[in-house]
């Protein structure tokens, strides 16, 4: 079967990095996202890599292995405001996309 | 421009009640799709569409009909709901046809609690 595994809690300090993984397993690849999710709201775009290699976009980079099914979500100067859930979600063969259960971020002062 | 736009945001239905969830994007995106979420799960695909008239199941089709009669409204209507279908519902939208940065769109989520 396909399968997105992540972390389901992480805990950080404001100002801190923090590393968020992904790893899976999934009929084929097109393309590896994430997404932010603030408790009661909806899912919005953080990046997608499709190719091995490190996209960076301001204060957030994304990671990607295909030999290794890994992937990573890197978040730098933390700020209270990414207290949220990430979630992973690779697209199959099939360009469906399969989604992780998210992980939940919290950020203490 | 709204985007997606998803209602109700709450409803309360009683065991066997019908109801539709209303989806509308003002984006002109030929794809759009019905997910539900649950506590310590990933989203999970109910149905999609790919463009007006088009419909086809994803994961967790059984007990949800949709229809596709114009480009910009994609309902989702629960037959006859079940207890088990409690769960945050969310529209999505996008421009690509499935292939390539197939970025998301959602709408708010509609809180649906089947007693």
């Known amino acids: 079967g396909q399968n997105i595994d992540q972390p389901t809690e992480m805990t950080a300090t404001e100002g801190a990095i923090v590393q968020i993984n992904c790893t899976y397993q999934t009929s084929g690849f097109n393309g590896l996202f994430w997404y932010q999710q603030h408790a009661g709201e909806a899912p919005t775009f953080l990046s997608y890599n499709v190719l091995d290699g490190l996209e960076e976009k301001g204060r957030f980079s994304s990671f990607l292995s295909r030999s290794k099914g890994y992937s990573y979500l890197l978040l730098k100067e933390l700020q209270m405001k990414d207290s949220a859930s990430y979630l992973c979600?690779?697209?199959?063969?099939?360009?469906?996309?399969?989604w992780g259960a998210g992980t939940k971020l919290i950020i203490k002062p | 421009n709204a985007g997606v736009t998803q209602t109700p945001k709450f409803q309360v239905l009683k065991t066997g009640q019908s109801m539709t969830l209303q989806c509308a994007q003002d984006?002109?995106?030929?794809?759009m799709s019905w997910y539900r979420q649950d506590p310590g799960m990933g989203l999970r695909l109910i149905h999609y569409s790919v463009g007006a008239g088009i419909t086809d199941q994803g994961e967790v089709p059984n007990g949800y009909n949709v229809s596709r009669s114009t480009t910009e409204d994609f309902p989702l209507r629960l037959l006859s709901a079940a207890p088990s279908q409690t769960s945050v519902y969310f529209c999505?939208?996008?421009?690509?046809?499935?292939?390539?940065?197939?970025?998301?769109?959602f709408g708010a989520g509609s809180r649906l609690t089947v007693l």
């Open positions: 979600a690779v697209m199959d063969s099939n360009y469906q996309l399969i």
């Open positions: 999505a939208s996008t421009h690509q046809g499935g292939t390539g940065a197939n970025v998301l769109t």
């Open positions: 984006m002109n995106h030929e794809y």
